[in-house]
């Protein structure tokens, strides 16, 4: 088991940057895959990156890709989320998961990660 906390969630312009991060309790070891995830009001919550923690390759979600990039720096036991280009359609609770067995077949959902985040609100009026 590992405990997760986000942090840096807030307001932001349309077009504007914002960066989270993840804060792991203790050191992964272990083969743990990292995602983000987010939810919106009246949606159920849906992908958006992972990260290996071992090898540091990712994967994103289309409506993502190119204004996201996931990040790790292992020493601090922590992951980021660098978001440009924002769009009122990222307007959502973003949480992150962690997972010792996430399968590269099942990255993308959220029942293949053990431990979350409380989450963070992000809002990008329109």
């Known amino acids: 088991q590992v405990q997760l906390v986000e942090a840096g969630g807030g307001f932001v312009q349309a077009g504007g940057s914002l960066r989270l991060s993840c804060t792991l309790s203790?050191?992964?070891?272990?083969?743990?895959?990292i995602g983000w995830f987010r939810q919106a009001p009246g949606k159920e919550r849906g992908f958006v990156t992972t990260?290996?923690?071992?090898?540091?390759?990712?994967y994103y979600a289309d409506s993502v890709k190119g204004r996201f990039t996931i990040s790790r720096e292992s020493a601090k036991n922590t992951v980021y989320l660098h978001m440009n280009s924002l769009k009122p359609e990222d307007t959502a609770v973003y949480y992150c998961?962690?997972?010792?067995?996430?399968?590269?077949?099942?990255?993308?959902?959220?029942?293949?990660?053990?431990?979350w985040g409380e989450g963070t609100q992000i809002t990008v009026p329109s």
């Open positions: 990260i290996s923690m071992s090898f540091g390759s990712a």
């Open positions: 203790r050191p992964t070891f272990s083969n743990y895959a």
């Open positions: 998961a962690a997972g010792d067995r996430v399968k590269p077949a099942t990255v993308t959902s959220g029942d293949a990660y053990d431990n």
